[in-house]
């Protein structure tokens, strides 16, 4: 099993960044990738970006250029999702997602609990 917590959504105005985190632990694979989903109000539910254990990383074309993913580095289950240039269209629900696989659009097998990301105009 492994878990996953995240922290950092909040409110900001456009053109304002945010930063995500995602922490895993339990059993954590050498070889892995932790992802970011969101789920916009009243849409369905989208894959972000992605970065896996051997640090390549993607991204969905609509946050291309404005989000970026890094690991900690002094904790390598660790994940940062920088959000910058924010617009209301990125008002989500955001998850983090984990699979023991390189995998960067999944189908992940783990979920974090998910955190409010609010962009006002």
């Known amino acids: 099993q492994v878990q996953l917590v995240g922290s950092g959504g909040g409110l900001v105005q456009a053109g304002g960044s945010l930063r995500l985190s995602c922490t895993a632990s339990?059993?954590?694979?050498?070889?892995?990738?932790m992802g970011w989903y969101r789920h916009p109000p009243g849409k369905e539910f989208e894959w972000v970006a992605a970065i896996n254990s051997g640090g390549r990383t993607e991204f969905a074309e609509t946050v291309k250029g404005r989000f970026t993913l890094s690991r900690d580095a002094k904790n390598k289950n660790m994940v940062y999702l920088q959000m910058n240039n924010l617009q209301p269209e990125d008002t989500a629900v955001y998850f983090c997602?984990?699979?023991?696989?390189?995998?960067?659009?999944?189908?992940?097998?783990?979920w974090g609990q998910g955190t409010q990301v609010t962009v006002s105009s």
């Open positions: 339990g059993s954590i694979g050498s070889i892995n990738t």
């Open positions: 997602a984990y699979i023991n696989q390189w995998a960067l659009r999944g189908p992940y097998d783990y």
